[in-house]
């Protein structure tokens, strides 16, 4: 069995400060993991995945995850915060054994402030 | 541009009033997945098609039913909609890729519905 944890539902940051968004995951075999970024009243946005290759992943709009085996982790980060970043970000898990689920994480909404 | 499409993007029903909501694909992808995400929580997958086969998720009300006629479009009926279901449905699809090679999943702006 697979699943995520993030960790904080609801996080703060100042405009231009760094963004640090916490996921740890379980999973008895090597992890495909993901992270989609959901506006209000909108479908979920892929921002980047890990697909066993590099263990730092570059996505759009400035984010970036670095998957730790050692940590079991997949923490997404961005260096500056900015306004448009304001959404709900979810973590997620699948396997390598292809068409496999995705198991999501509970979420975390991201506040900018001015 | 390639893209999932869902319609209508809001829907009201009423109380056990059976309603459809539409999802299509341009992409050409071999899978198509339902999800409801209710209110500040993640997506919980009803069930997909890989091509014709349907997969039902164990906890799926059978309340909801799905067809997929041709590749390009997927429905959710509701039967009888209660209050409980008013939710985001999501639609998804990816190409349904084989052990050893990572299957993304793109997402269309989903349908919000209310049940009055």
């Known amino acids: 069995a697979q699943s995520v944890t993030q960790l904080g539902s609801h996080v703060s940051v100042s405009e231009g400060a760094l963004v640090l968004l916490r996921c740890n995951y379980s999973?008895?075999?090597?992890?495909?993991l993901f992270w989609y970024v959901q506006y209000p009243n909108q479908g979920l946005q892929l921002l980047l995945k890990?697909?066993?290759?590099?263990?730092l992943v570059k996505g759009i709009n400035g984010f970036e995850a670095e998957f730790k085996k050692s940590e079991t982790s997949f923490h997404l980060t961005k260096p500056s915060a900015h306004m448009s970043d304001a959404a709900e970000y979810f973590c997620?898990?699948?396997?390598?054994?292809?068409?496999?689920?995705?198991?999501f994480g509970t979420g975390t909404r991201l506040t900018i402030i001015p | 541009d390639a893209m999932v499409i869902q319609n209508p993007r809001y829907q009201v029903t009423q109380f056990g009033k059976p309603v459809t909501l539409s999802c299509s694909q341009t992409?050409?992808?071999?899978?198509m997945y339902w999800y409801q995400q209710k209110s500040s929580q993640a997506p919980k997958l009803l069930f997909h098609?890989?091509?014709?086969?349907?997969?039902n998720e164990a906890d799926t009300p059978d309340n909801f039913q799905s067809r997929r006629p041709n590749t390009s479009f997927c429905f959710l009926d509701i039967r009888s909609p209660g209050l409980g279901d008013a939710a985001m449905y999501l639609c998804?699809?990816?190409?349904?890729?084989?052990?050893?090679?990572?299957?993304?999943?793109?997402f269309g702006p989903g349908t919000r519905l209310t049940v009055l």
């Open positions: 998804a699809t990816s190409r349904g890729l084989t052990s050893g090679r990572s299957d993304t999943q793109y």
């Open positions: 999973s008895s075999v090597p992890p495909y």
């Open positions: 890990y697909t066993s290759a590099a263990t």
């Open positions: 997620a898990v699948s396997s390598n054994f292809g068409n496999e689920k995705l198991t």
């Open positions: 992409l050409n992808h071999n899978v």
């Open positions: 098609y890989y091509d014709k086969d349907f997969n």
